[in-house]
């Protein structure tokens, strides 16, 4: 999925929705990805502020 970033309200809950249910995606044979502009930093304090588990890599 595509996310605004750190700063959007509704990435945030949309985020942690998926992340509620990454099992179910499991199961189906399906890896969430979630793909930002943002920058290491910022996606960082993404993954805590509201995605939890999500594997993070960054190509800049």
Same mark, same amino acid.
């Given at each position: 999925?595509?996310?605004?970033?750190?700063?959007?309200?509704?990435?945030?809950?949309?985020?942690?929705?998926?992340?509620?249910?990454?099992?179910?995606?499991?199961? =189906?044979?399906?890896?969430? &990805? @979630? $793909?930002?502009?943002?920058?290491?930093?910022?996606? =960082?304090?993404?993954?805590? &502020? @509201? $995605?939890?588990?999500?594997?993070?890599?960054?190509?800049?």
């Amino acid at each position: 999925m595509f996310y605004r970033g750190v700063w959007c309200p509704f990435c945030n809950i949309a985020l942690r929705a998926y992340q509620q249910a990454s099992e179910l995606f499991a199961e =189906a044979g399906a890896q969430l &990805v @979630a $793909i930002s502009p943002q920058t290491p930093i910022y996606s =960082a304090s993404m993954k805590v &502020v @509201a $995605i939890g588990s999500f594997k993070e890599k960054c190509q800049i």
